[in-house]
């Protein structure tokens, strides 16, 4: 069975880090680009952060630019999302999914996790 997996959410407070990752079941993430993407309460999904196949490239949403990293480690089947300074506005159902175009348009992802919930909260 294909599957991606998410995990690393929680409750963190403001100014906290928090590191998820992805890993994938079934398949090896080596060949797609993958992206992070996240969906607030009566907010449609945005994407976060993506890193192409190989790595030599990222990309990140105005809103995350400084904060977050993207990284992956193909030798584990899994990549990474390090958020830094992690404001409230954050908060969201974060969701890895991959594709065979690099970029964050939500519509080239073909494979999704199910989502970990990240909750930014004092």
């Known amino acids: 069975q294909l599957q991606l997996v998410e995990s690393g959410g929680g409750l963190v407070q403001p100014e906290k880090s928090l590191t998820l990752s992805c890993t994938a079941s079934g398949f090896i993430l080596e060949p797609l680009s993958i992206g992070w993407f996240r969906q607030a309460p009566g907010k449609e999904r945005e994407g976060v952060a993506c890193?192409?196949?190989?790595?030599?490239?990222?990309n990140f949403a105005d809103s995350v630019k400084g904060r977050f990293t993207i990284s992956r480690d193909d030798a584990k089947n899994t990549v990474y999302l390090q958020m830094n300074s992690l404001k409230p506005e954050d908060t969201a159902v974060y969701y890895c999914?991959?594709?065979?175009?690099?970029?964050?348009?939500?519509?080239?992802?073909?494979?999704w996790g199910q989502g970990t919930q990240v909750t930014v909260s004092s």
């Open positions: 890193i192409s196949s190989g790595g030599r490239s990222t």
């Open positions: 999914a991959g594709s065979h175009s690099y970029g964050l348009q939500k519509k080239w992802y073909a494979y």
